[in-house]
């Protein structure tokens, strides 16, 4: 990457993993696994696994001036706000007009989330979460939320006292 694009190699805090599902569990794993090569992560919808989860209680100093954003969609209790089943949108591009956006995925991931939250917080890891109540899982609605990450491992909104501790 470094020869082929411009990059600031040796500053970690200049470089960023963003995934989507299984991608949001293998951004934070180039985290844990290279934090002389990375400073912030950005997990939309992610599939945490509990080897992941175990590995991030147990490296507390290597991720506590890193910047962490995780955010999903699904069912949300509180609000009362369901995935629709069906969303016509998600059918409507000529080059991708069969995108399901899993109506059920963003909900049944959310153990694994909380389950990271829990251990982030209990070794005071600082991070950020959103819950986009009603989101899917797909392209669609993680293009539709990017700027929300974007702007929080790169804008001044990171700066914000809204932080999840």
């Not at 409507?92 to 991931?109: A, E, I, V």
């Not at 939250?117 to 989101?135: N, T």
């Amino acid at each position: 990457v470094n020869a082929r694009f411009r990059t600031i190699a040796d500053n970690p805090a200049a470089t960023s993993a963003i995934g989507t599902s299984m991608g949001g569990q293998a951004s934070l794993h180039l985290l844990l696994r290279h934090p002389d090569k990375f400073g912030a992560v950005a997990a939309l919808s992610p599939a945490f696994q509990p080897a992941t989860i175990a590995a991030v209680a147990a490296s507390a100093d290597v991720l506590r001036n890193k910047t962490i954003y995780i955010d999903n969609g699904g069912d949300d209790e509180p609000s009362n706000v369901k995935v629709p089943f069906f969303d016509v949108f998600d059918h409507t591009t000529s080059k991708h007009w069969w995108n399901p956006g899993y109506f059920w995925l963003d909900t049944q991931l959310q153990p694994g989330i909380d389950a990271m939250r829990a251990a982030l917080d209990l070794v005071g890891v600082d991070y950020k979460y959103e819950k986009f109540a009603g989101g899917r899982h797909n392209e669609r609605a993680w293009a539709q939320r990017i700027h929300v990450p974007l702007m929080h491992l790169f804008g001044d909104e990171k700066k914000n006292d809204d932080t999840k501790r």
